[in-house]
Nanobody
């Protein structure tokens, strides 16, 4: 059974840092890209960062470039999001995501339950 379990959220002051973790279970982690999404209060969910299966390539939302870093450990089956210089507009629930084709089901999206990041003084 595929599971994604986020951790590391919390309350942080503007300018502070947090590192989110997402532990993955139930699939061959090193075969698939991983993503972090976020959903600010009363807004749509948006893609924050993506990392390819090997970790060789990454992409970021423009507003987080230079502040956030996505990385992965294919031994620990974990993906990370290091967030520096946090701003109040980064306040959101952050979700871990992956997707892959399952025989008989087509492309399937998998989501974690999310972890809340609140940036406030």
């Amino acid at each position: 059974q595929v599971q994604l379990m986020e951790s590391g959220g919390g309350l942080v002051q503007p300018g502070g840092s947090l590192r989110l973790s997402c532990a993955a279970f139930g699939f061959t982690f090193n075969c698939y890209a991983m993503r972090w999404y976020r959903q600010p209060p009363e807004k749509e969910r948006e893609l924050v960062a993506m990392i390819t299966n090997t970790g060789e390539n990454t992409n970021y939302l423009d507003s987080v470039k230079g502040r956030f870093t996505i990385s992965r450990d294919n031994v620990k089956n974990t993906v990370y999001l290091k967030m520096n210089n946090l701003k109040p507009e980064d306040t959101a629930v952050y979700y871990c995501h992956t997707k892959f084709v399952r025989i008989g089901y087509g492309m399937v999206d998998y989501w974690g339950k999310g972890t809340l990041v609140t940036v406030s003084s």
